[in-house]
């Protein structure tokens, strides 16, 4: 019999004040058996970052033909195809091609990551942007996940403070290009 999903709960505070973004909101996040702690983190400030009216998540490492994360208008249309890890370069081709803005958080090494897409076709490549995180922050955080928890994420000038469970932790938002 094959292991089901475990239920996350995480009760997010939300200050993002390079977007003007203040929410509070409570996600129930469900992760995979093959889902390690670094990408459903990941996931998560993925989520947190790009939040805005429309944002859901899919199926994660489940879904095919989904990134981690959309953003829809009112109408369904994709406005957001937001990646998390390494996805393929067919992927990014195929969600730069549907969405108005394409974006990947990587908990990965982002040079070997970039390296993957190297000479591989990618619809509109300079406007995709790889975000990653500082050595050892997600470490730090996983550390401090439990099945129910306590979040407060907070971003000036790409510098992200993140409490999670009592635990606190920053890291700069590395922006890296497609080249």
Request: aromatic content about 8%; some cysteine; hydrophobic content about 45%.
């Amino acid at each position: 019999m094959a292991t089901g999903s475990t239920i996350h709960t995480f009760d997010v505070q939300l200050a993002d004040v390079d977007r003007g973004v203040y929410e509070q909101f409570v996600l129930r996040m469900a992760r995979h058996p093959s889902e390690t702690d670094a990408y459903l983190l990941t996931r998560l400030l993925a989520y947190c970052l790009e939040y805005e009216e429309g944002i859901a998540f899919t199926e994660g490492v489940a879904a095919t033909d989904e990134p981690a994360v959309l953003v829809r208008d009112l109408t369904g249309r994709v406005t957001a195809w937001i990646e998390v890890g390494a996805p393929d370069a067919g992927r990014l081709h195929f969600g730069s091609k549907l969405a108005d803005r394409t974006v990947v958080y990587t908990y990965r090494d982002p040079a070997k990551v970039l390296a993957q897409w190297a000479g591989k076709t990618i619809h509109q490549a300079d406007a995709i942007v790889l975000h990653s995180f500082d050595a050892g922050f997600l470490d730090g955080a996983a550390a401090a996940l439990a099945r129910r928890n306590t979040v407060s994420v907070s971003v000036t000038e790409r510098q992200l403070y993140l409490e999670l469970n009592a635990v606190h932790l920053d890291s700069a938002v590395h922006d890296h290009a497609i080249r």
